[in-house]
């Protein structure tokens, strides 16, 4: 039996620079405090809880003043910046570079389309911490879609700006994208330029995982997929995986590990999320191991 670990899994760009924050201001604070889980993963939110990081909801952060508040790599709507004025917040800006970015795009786009009448819209999961502070960006007038009933909620009569939640399915936009196609067509009976607008804003470092995980669950016959219950990037990884790899098994940590999905010839695959750190795989290694004598390949 052998065991590798998928050497492209494990924190994003985004995700390690915000704990990478949290544990500098750590240092010389003995508080911080931070708008949401830090990341979409309850063992690493509670390593940093023993270090002093405490989790909090908006609602907390309107009774907060005078101190120290991270924002996590997903980003925050304009509503958390005038809050944290008012209340003398000392914000610890973490949010992710690329995410900046698409808030930026997000609101020159409403701009324009509140000129032309026009609808943004955007392909996430209602509720995310990333989606709140993009429609935070269109003063919560964006139709967020995940599903086909939810496109009812478009007028395709309307221009429409389309723009993706950044850990979203690349296939799953482009599905979208065409969806919207064919309804504009079917409701204005062709399509111009003008009526719809694409954008791409997924972010290529978490799309690349997609192919490396198709590779990487053909390579093993066993995947242990390795995420929190809470991450959105996780489910759709696993998914991937799964497609590929019928023995793949989606687990938050090794004490749901079943040593029934194991057999003595397996290769065996260990990956995870963007939000999966990469102690937590080796700790799934160690405990596969434990099971018996097992040669370790190395995965290059």
Known sequence: MEVTIDKNSGYCFGVEYAIQMAEDEMESSSKLYCLGDIVHNAMEVNRLSDKGLVVIDRENLEELHDCKVLIRAHGEPPETYRTAIKNNIELIDASCPVVLKLQHRVKSAFDKMESQDGQIVIY?????????????????????????????????????????????????????????????????????????????????????????????????????????????????????????????????????????????????????????????????????????????????
């Open 124 to 300: 996430g999961k209602k509720g995310h911490a990333e989606v709140i502070g993009l429609t935070g960006q269109t003063l919560e007038k964006a139709i967020v879609v995940m599903d086909d009933e939810d496109l009812d909620q478009i007028d395709f009569s309307r221009p429409v700006t389309l723009f993706s939640q950044t850990t979203k399915s690349t296939k799953g936009f482009y599905e979208l994208k065409a969806k919207i196609e064919a309804r504009i067509k079917e409701a204005r009976g062709s399509m111009e330029e003008m009526d719809f607008n694409a954008n791409d804003s997924i972010c290529r470092q978490v799309s690349n995982r997609e192919p490396q995980l198709q590779k990487f669950s053909k390579d093993n016959d066993v995947i242990i997929f390795v995420a929190g219950k809470k991450s959105s990037n996780g489910k759709a990884l696993y998914q991937v995986c799964k497609h590929i790899n019928p023995r793949s098994y989606f687990v938050e940590n090794e004490t749901e590990i079943n040593s029934d999905w194991l057999n003595p010839a397996d290769k065996i695959g260990i990956c995870g999320a963007t939000s999966t750190p990469m102690w937590l795989m080796d700790q799934v290694k160690e405990h596969i191991l434990s099971y018996n004598k097992i040669s370790i390949k190395a995965n290059n």
